[in-house]
């Protein structure tokens, strides 16, 4: 499968627990988005990255939440210290080029519940 | 500031009808427009894309959808809606200079016998 890969699938966390989800990118993409998605809502961006570098972070909650994309590996959100308003589906979407006009092909999703 | 509006949260169909989904979208230059069909616990799948060009678009699914710049609009259509079509639809719009997609808030499809 040459698409974009996200795990774990379903994760539950309890409240001030750590949650990290990782995004394999596509073959041969090297840009990678984070979106949250909550209930009843479309999606929201929150991160954009390249290899080792984060380019626009302008939709991550200041605190508690973080993403890298290193060299080697897959991209990683980090939220630390849960609470229930972080329960929501995270998809990471990969593209080709930067700043893209190009369709970004989304995973199927990370399902984040806090209980 | 760019925004992205589907009038329709919920729509009910009957299986062999016909599908028309609103998007309105509302930025200064002519955008990139998607639209993206979300089953239950998947990921987001792309139907098609307008970014230049026949303001009819062609995509998967036997999907189709028309750019109006006169009402900042791209609406998506399908001639007759199969069961397996019930899903969640997104429009997306890309700003150019922008990193990422701004979604709608959705329309959910149901389609009944």
């Known amino acids: 499968n040459a698409g974009v890969m996200q795990n774990p699938r379903h994760l539950v966390r309890r409240r001030g627990q750590e949650a990290r989800l990782r995004c394999s990118p596509m073959?041969?993409?090297?840009?990678v988005y984070w979106y949250r998605q909550l209930p009843e809502e479309g999606l929201k961006f929150m991160v954009y990255?390249?290899?080792?570098?984060?380019?626009?972070e302008s939709g991550m909650p200041k605190e508690r939440f973080s993403a890298e994309f290193p060299k080697e590996g897959p991209s990683i959100l980090r939220i630390q210290q849960v609470v229930r308003g972080d329960s929501a589906a995270y998809f990471c979407?990969?593209?080709?080029?930067?700043?893209?006009?190009?369709?970004?092909?989304f995973g199927d999703g990370t399902r984040l519940s806090i209980l | 500031a760019q925004s992205v509006t589907q009038p329709d949260i919920h729509i009910t169909v009957s299986e062999g009808a016909s599908l028309e989904l609103r998007c309105n979208y509302s930025?200064?230059?002519?955008?990139?427009l998607f639209w993206y069909v979300q089953s239950p616990g998947q990921g987001l799948q792309l139907l098609l894309k307008?970014?230049?060009?026949?303001?009819l678009v062609q995509g998967i699914k036997g999907f189709e959808a028309e750019f109006k710049r006169s009402q900042s609009s791209f609406n998506l259509r399908k001639p007759s809606v199969h069961w397996s079509d019930a899903a969640e639809y997104f429009c997306?719009?890309?700003?150019?200079?922008?990193?990422?997609?701004?979604f709608g808030t959705g329309t959910r499809l149901t389609v009944i016998p």
């Open positions: 979407a990969s593209s080709q080029e930067p700043y893209s006009n190009q369709p970004q092909h």
């Open positions: 073959k041969g993409h090297s840009h």
């Open positions: 990255l390249q290899k080792e570098n984060i380019i626009d």
């Open positions: 930025y200064g230059a002519t955008p990139y």
């Open positions: 307008y970014f230049s060009g026949d303001t």
């Open positions: 997306a719009v890309y700003q150019t200079g922008a990193n990422n997609l701004f």
